[in-house]
């Protein structure tokens, strides 16, 4: 029973397996339908039903058992020697390296260390930021092999934490945003470029800034089932968290050559991936979009994943890591390389195809993507590329309809925070004191 609702879940996607789904119908309203349907219980479930099981799993705080064909009574899931259980591991004070209110380090064995989302759909937002940056410092300091990042949560992340964003436009800390924007990116960046390896396990929603933290990792571990995207344009935003400069450099990556002709297709292909907030459905598609390295280790039952996961660090340590080189010559294509982006979104936003104010977006990412104000065709460093970024995000922060988005997303689960964000509109325009750089769009 239990290998059945493992295979289902495991080898096609379930949420609940069929047994496990009877249950949360209710076993008692599902049994007395099936009878007064005329339809005969399996001759086992009537014993289970006589026995006074109410049933097929019983499950307390310590475990959870299954009811046992062979044995007629319930009996204790045994856990699989590759699985590791992080819901006990994280209520063991022992275990617990050191914690905020929204994340923990936690010791998972093996020389290995674990840093654990806490927050509201483990959003990213200070708190986590700042924790994780510290927990790649500790392990770098300390006796261990590497890092994992990870949760038992259904989904990774579903990105930045969109209130401190709003509430940082809508009190004018433009300054603090900014310096929030490049924190972020530092983190992201010492994922990929810290001491010893650090890995990115991820799961379910893997959005935003999340996608982008598996963008930069190296050696990722991803359970088949992760839905990965750059969705930012959404709501009226960037990648800034190195998202939009790491596409563009798969562009180049993946050309023939460094010839502008070689690289536009690729380019091509890369900006209407994140103009489209193109979510892939599985991580192999993830992979094939560039949101995951070739390397990427992809676990089937996601119940193995950050055992998986820890394995991944030790052997990187056995083997003697080295981070990955900076990437210090992105070539980029200029504004001849951007001209048939902006003669596209024109043409979509004046035939009534795309919003216009999404094509005046996606032509920001365009304006990224081919290197800002440069002449010609060029390379640029990636710290340049994220000064870009970090430019646009907050310009496109700065303007009314991307103040509106946000609003609408969060009205759905806090309305308090839009009426504050409705009736800062107007404020928050007339603070926003950034000016867009010379021939950019306005």
């Not at 998202?243 to 050309?255: D, F, K, N, Q, S």
């Not at 070539?331 to 951007?338: A, C, E, F, S, Y």
């Not at 991307?402 to 009736?423: M, S």
Request: charged share 20%; proline share 5%.
């Amino acid at each position: 029973m239990v290998d059945v609702d493992r295979a289902m879940q495991w080898g096609f996607g379930w949420e609940l397996g069929p047994f496990a789904t009877w249950d949360a119908l209710g076993f008692a309203r599902v049994r007395d339908d099936m009878r007064a349907a005329g339809l005969k219980l399996p001759e086992w479930i009537e014993q289970m039903d006589a026995s006074g099981a109410c049933g097929f799993y019983l499950a307390d705080e310590a475990s959870v058992s299954s009811w046992s064909m062979p044995q007629s009574k319930f009996v204790a899931r045994p856990r699989q020697p590759d699985e590791l259980d992080l819901p006990a591991i994280g209520k063991d004070p022992a275990r617990v390296v050191w914690s905020n209110d929204e994340c923990a380090v936690l010791d998972i064995g093996e020389g290995v260390a674990l840093f654990e989302f806490r927050s509201k759909m483990n959003t990213l937002g200070r708190a986590v930021v700042e924790g994780l940056l510290h927990a790649i410092e500790l392990v770098e300091q300390g006796p261990w092999h590497g890092l994992v990042v990870g949760n038992a949560s259904e989904h990774f992340t579903v990105g930045a934490n969109l209130f401190e964003v709003a509430t940082g436009a809508v009190q004018g800390h433009w300054t603090e945003l900014e310096q929030g924007v490049a924190r972020f990116q530092h983190m992201c960046r010492r994922v990929r470029y810290a001491a010893k390896p650090v890995v990115v396990a991820t799961q379910g929603r893997v959005l935003g800034g999340g996608c982008e933290l598996t963008m930069w990792c190296p050696h990722p571990v991803c359970s088949v089932e992760s839905y990965i995207g750059l969705v930012e344009i959404g709501v009226g935003l960037i990648p800034a968290g190195g998202g939009t400069t790491l596409m563009t450099a798969l562009a180049a990556e993946r050309a023939v050559s460094d010839a502008p002709v070689h690289i536009a297709p690729h380019l091509r292909a890369a900006f209407e991936i994140v103009a489209k907030a193109d979510v892939a459905t599985s991580a192999q598609q993830a992979m094939q979009k560039g949101f995951v390295c070739a390397g990427a280790t992809l676990v089937m039952n996601p119940d193995r994943r950050l055992w998986v996961a820890r394995q991944q660090v030790v052997r990187l340590a056995e083997q003697g890591y080295r981070a990955p080189g900076v990437r210090a010559a992105i070539p980029v294509l200029g504004p001849t390389g951007r001209g048939p982006f902006e003669v596209g979104l024109a043409h979509l936003a004046e035939g009534g195809h795309v919003d216009p104010w999404l094509a005046h977006v996606a032509g920001r990412i365009a304006w990224v993507m081919t290197g800002g104000d440069i002449i010609a065709p060029t390379t640029l460093h990636e710290n340049h590329m994220l000064d870009l970024e970090r430019e646009v995000f907050l310009q496109l922060l700065g303007e009314k309809k991307t103040q509106q988005k946000i609003a609408e997303i969060l009205t759905a689960n806090q309305p308090k925070v839009a009426k504050l964000l409705a009736k800062g509109l107007v404020n928050i325009s007339s603070v926003f004191r950034r000016k867009p750089k010379p021939g950019a769009a306005s």
